[in-house]
Every structure is written in structure tokens, then in C-alpha cells.
């Protein structure tokens, strides 16, 4: 009886990982939850009584002084950045062709996601109405 | 009375010079791909593999290109064809602009060899990885596996695959990253993934979650706007994404 090899593998990554699989389940949910928070903003800043002209420092810290608007702030921070970042990702996965230029726009983009969603949680946090 | 004799008119076919725009590359002289052009009467029923011969047999006989049926069914003579990937044996010149020339290269991402020839090897070890062939379980039955008709419509459209590589060769993820799988190669593993008969499917959606798997494809249609063969290859990705997911098929 004759046998038939089985296929030979050319060595592709074979950690089982389900990274991927979440990565690309977080871009839908959250781009679904980010057209409500980002067009609720827009609405509320630009739009509503007075528009943009009312925005200033005292309108700024009365929304935070409520904690549903520091949610709201917060988890347009973090999602947006998320979002953009996994985006931006995948799209130098995809363009990136040398190991060593996707490696370091890599490490920029993580590194500035890092630093933007640090900076803007702290001050989300730690803002003080009374400064003004 | 007399019967009024009703001749049809037949179209007569004129042969009109149409020009050949081909990107040729010969490895042991051209450092890379230069465009050369050919003028061949051709008839607008003509197909572009016609024209390929004619200069393959009068003009220049150093031309190569891959071709087998010429029948749209072997898959030997995938080519780019005015910019789209395509199968010349199934493209017209009538169905092309002829006023202006058109252009044959061979398809993207897979490494050429000569003119319009490239190395297929790449396209089929990603073929062979995702285990295209049936994975039963149990013991051997003594009569064929039945399969209810609405079981074989599920998988039905991946099996006209006749594996040409029009659609992974136009794929940008595919372009820039030779490790990702390919349209075909996911096409072949959804025929049999959702085959009743067969039950290697939690092996195959295993293979498929890698890195260089489904979650590559960025849904451009490309795939599906290339197949020779009409078949849904975006929807068969779209459709191993969600059995992943929910890990049911």
C-alpha cells in the first residue's frame, strides 16, 4: 500500500494565538460603538446651544465635573486611539515590506499610543476645575 | 402566395489590426520588464490567447506564455490583461478597447520567470497548507458518502476553483505579503471546511486563524471581481471569519 506524505509545512508562525481573531472582532465592535460616542461629540461641541462659540475652560470642567461625561471621554480616548492604532497597524503589516521599517514604524506607533492615552487619561483624572 | 424567402443577414467579420502591448522579460538577457508592442489583424471574436499565438508563431517566437485547454478550464493562462487579471483564452477582443493597445503582463506577486510565465509554487504550497482534501472520520463506509443537495449547495461555488491564481495575484495583501494564504488557498479549505462529509474542519479553521490567515483579507473584492469562474470568494472569506468566530459551521 502506497502512503501519501503529509503536506510539508514552509515554516509559517505555529502559535496558536487568537490575537488576530480579536483584533480584527474589536475593529468592528468598536467602530460601531464610536460612531455614537465620536457624532454624539461632534453634536454637543460644534452643534447644540451655541455651538462651538460656548466652549471654554468653565464648560469644560462643569462636563467633567460629571462623571457620565468623564466615561463618555475616557472611552472615546481609548477606543478611538485603539482603533486608529490596530488600523494604522494592519496597514503597515500590509505595506511595510522590510522587516526593519515595519519593526520601527511599529514601535513609534505603539510608543505615541502609549503616550496619548496616558496623557489624556491623566488629565481626564486628575483635572482640576479650580484652576481656572 | 409566395413565401418571402427570409435570408439572415450574417455579420461579416472584419480583421482589424489591434495592437499588443506585452511586458516581456528574458531572463538571460533583460534585467527587469520592458513593454514591447505587436500589431496582429485580429477579429473582435478572436481571444487574446489567439493573438498570443499569432505572435508566439509569426512574429516572435521567443514570446512565452503558460496555456493548456484554451478552454477556460485548466487555468494555464492567467495574465493581466488591460490592467485586470483575467483568462486569455476567455477574453475577447471585443470585449476590450481596441482602439488603443492592449496590455498583457503577468500576474503580480509570485516571482516571474520569463514574459508572461511566473513561479506557481508559492501559490500552491499555500494550496497544499490549508489540507484540500477530504478528512473523514469513523470507519470506511461500505457504500458512497450521501450528501443531501441542500448540504452541497452550502460549498457548492468553491468547487468550480479550477486554481488559475486570478485571484490571489490580485490581491493587495497578497502584493506586499507573500506569507498570507491567498483568496484561492481560503476558497479551498471553505469547500471543504462546510462539506458535510468531512471533518478536518476544526484542523483547517486552526490553519486559517494563523497571522497570515483570513484576518489579512481586507474585504477589497479584488478576489471576486477577478475569478474567471464567477465564484464568491470574498463571501467564502467572510463566511470562514464568522465559523472562527463562532466557531461553528
Redesign the interface.
Known amino acids: 500500500m502506497t502512503t501519501i506524505e503529509a503536506?510539508?509545512?514552509?515554516g509559517?508562525?505555529k502559535q496558536?494565538?487568537?490575537?488576530?481573531?480579536y483584533?480584527?472582532?474589536f475593529m468592528r465592535i468598536s467602530g460601531i460603538v464610536l460612531i455614537f460616542l465620536v457624532l454624539g461629540h461632534l453634536l454637543i461641541m460644534n452643534i447644540l446651544d451655541g455651538g462651538v462659540q460656548r466652549i471654554n475652560f468653565a464648560f469644560v470642567a462643569g462636563r467633567w465635573a460629571s462623571p457620565f461625561w468623564q466615561v463618555w471621554d475616557l472611552a472615546m480616548l481609548w477606543l478611538a486611539m485603539l482603533h486608529g492604532g490596530n488600523g494604522l497597524r494592519?496597514i503597515i503589516?500590509?505595506?511595510a515590506?522590510r522587516d526593519m521599517t515595519r519593526f520601527w514604524l511599529k514601535s513609534l506607533l505603539y510608543v505615541s499610543v502609549i503616550f496619548i492615552v496616558a496623557l489624556g487619561t491623566l488629565v481626564i483624572f486628575t483635572f482640576d476645575p479650580n484652576l481656572g | 402566395m409566395t413565401a418571402a424567402v427570409v435570408v439572415p443577414e450574417t455579420p461579416v467579420l472584419i480583421a482589424q489590426d489591434v495592437t499588443f502591448r506585452i511586458a516581456r522579460f528574458l531572463p538571460d538577457v533583460d534585467s527587469e520588464v520592458h513593454w514591447e508592442d505587436f500589431v496582429v489583424p485580429m477579429y473582435p471574436t478572436d481571444r487574446v490567447l489567439d493573438a498570443l499565438s499569432k505572435i508566439k508563431g509569426d512574429l516572435d517566437g521567443t514570446l512565452s506564455f503558460r496555456r493548456s485547454c484554451g478552454h477556460g478550464i485548466c487555468g494555464s493562462d492567467a495574465m493581466r490583461i488591460n490592467g485586470r487579471n483575467r483568462l486569455a483564452c476567455k477574453t475577447l477582443v471585443k470585449d476590450l478597447d481596441s482602439s488603443k493597445p492592449i496590455t498583457v503582463e503577468a500576474i503580480k506577486g509570485l516571482p516571474l520567470e520569463k514574459d508572461l510565465i511566473v513561479d506557481m509554487e508559492p501559490f500552491f504550497a499555500a494550496y497544499r497548507q490549508v489540507l484540500p482534501f477530504l478528512i473523514p472520520d469513523g470507519h470506511e463506509p461500505s457504500r458512497e458518502r450521501l450528501q443531501s443537495a441542500e448540504d452541497r449547495a452550502i460549498f457548492d461555488d468553491g468547487t468550480k476553483c479550477i486554481l488559475c491564481a486570478c485571484c490571489t495575484t490580485s490581491c493587495p495583501v497578497y502584493w506586499t505579503d507573500g506569507q498570507y494564504f491567498g483568496p484561492a488557498a481560503i476558497v479551498a479549505a471553505h469547500r471543504f471546511i462546510f462539506d458535510s462529509r468531512d471533518s478536518g474542519a476544526e484542523q483547517r479553521l486552526e490553519i486559517l486563524n494563523d497571522r497570515e490567515g483570513v484576518w489579512r483579507c481586507r474585504t477589497t473584492f479584488n478576489c471576486t471581481d477577478a475569478c474567471p469562474r464567477g465564484i464568491e470568494i470574498t463571501k467564502a472569506i467572510q463566511e470562514v471569519k464568522r465559523a472562527l468566530i463562532f466557531r461553528r459551521v
Do not use: A
Not at chain 1, 503536506?7 to 514552509?10: D, L, N, Q
Not at chain 1, 496558536?16 to 481573531?21: C, D, P, Q, V
Open positions: 503536506p510539508r509545512s514552509t509559517r508562525n496558536r494565538s487568537n490575537f488576530e481573531m483584533s480584527w472582532l494592519t503589516n500590509d505595506y515590506e
